[in-house]
Structures are given as C-alpha cells and as structure tokens.
C-alpha cells in the first residue's frame, strides 16, 4: 500500500514486508512533537531530533529482525518516511524548496543543503574513515547514516548535500548530521509567504 494523503499536508502510509512493518504518520505543518518506536533506540533519538527540529510531527511505529540486525528496520522505516514525505508535498506549491543549514554539537558541525526538486540525490561527505564501524547504543551502526538518507532522498523525491565539516564523537557526528538535515528540511518544506506558485521555471517539481 502507497502513502495516501489524509488532509492539508497530512500523509500517512504502512508498509508490511517479510522483514520488517512500519507505520509513519506526519503533518508537514506541526510543532515538532513525535511519538517514535522502531525498537532501535539510537534511531529512535535521531527521528525525534529529525522531528523536533524540522518542526514535522512525525507518529513512527516499527518493529523487524532485529535479532538478525537492525538494517531492515532502519533502512525501512527511512524509505516509508520518504514515501510519505513526497506524498505530504503534494505539488509542492507555494514552499520555499530549497533549505540550508549548519548545525555543531560540541565538537561536530554538519552543513545540509536540500533542495525539493522531484530528482532524487545524495552527496554525503566527510565522516572519519571507521565511522561506519561504529557501534553506538549496542544497535546502530556508523554506516546506517547514509542508509537513512539514501533512503529517505529517493523515496521523497529531494536533493540532499550532507558534509560532515568536523567530529570526532561518533554519536556526536550522526546526530549533527540529523539536526542539520531537519533544520534545511523546515526551510525547503515551509510556506513562502510571497508566492503560492510551483518554485520551478519548468512549472513542475
């Protein structure tokens, strides 16, 4: 079953599979609150962060093999976030569509760019050679990062540029990464109170 639209910028889809079942309902046009579940709790910090600071209430609902390993689950519930994010924008009329943002945690920075342009992309740059080793809180893997955001900018439909400019904490450098793509996301998905028109010469994202 595809993401439907339920209201406004309302959308929410359930995806069941041999694997893993997810369930994620968001409203582009929240406060931030969430209420996140995956059975991974070091995913579950990173998709409250997400929501908390892109401002997009986020329900996420998940389980899977997590005995075997986490990825499934992970990598999953990232491509129904996506799903539902491209269905969420609609024609993506009358947003800003591009969004910019550098966010430190302590010795972290990360820079995120995205743009909302229909064309799926990732460049994700600059983590420590040995940070995809990492194990951090017994479950997530360093190299699930980009799994996240793979996932999530082909199923959405966005262009993100992720660059790691510094870090030295792997926890520290995941979460910089998370905050920083929430904040570029608030920017590209909110209103522009200027126009109510498709951002896009072609008149189409």
Do not use: W
């Not at 694997?19 to 995913?43: C, Q």
């Amino acid at each position: 079953m595809g993401a439907e639209l339920i209201s406004g910028r309302i959308a929410q889809m359930e995806r069941v599979t041999s694997e893993s079942s997810v369930k994620v309902r968001m409203d582009l046009d929240g406060t931030g609150a969430s209420t996140i579940s995956t059975g991974v709790p070091f995913y579950d910090h990173m998709l409250t962060a997400l929501s908390k600071h892109s401002l997009i209430d986020l329900d996420i609902e998940a389980s899977g093999d997590t005995h075997i390993d986490v990825h499934h689950t992970v990598e999953d519930t990232a491509i129904v976030l996506g799903e539902v994010l491209r269905t969420a924008l609609g024609d993506k009329r009358g947003i800003r569509r591009f969004g910019d943002a550098t966010v430190p945690l302590d010795e972290a920075l990360a820079h995120a760019v995205v743009d909302v342009s229909g064309r799926p992309y990732l460049v994700h740059s600059g983590e420590p050679e040995g940070q995809q080793y990492h194990l951090i809180g017994g479950h997530f893997t360093g190299s699930m990062t980009r799994h996240v955001f793979e996932a999530i900018t082909y199923h959405s439909g966005i262009c993100l540029h992720m660059n790691l400019l510094g870090g030295r904490d792997p926890h520290h450098i995941v979460e910089a990464q998370f905050k920083a793509f929430a904040r570029a996301l608030r920017q590209a998905v909110e209103s522009d109170p200027r126009t109510d028109d498709i951002p896009s010469t072609k008149g189409a994202l």
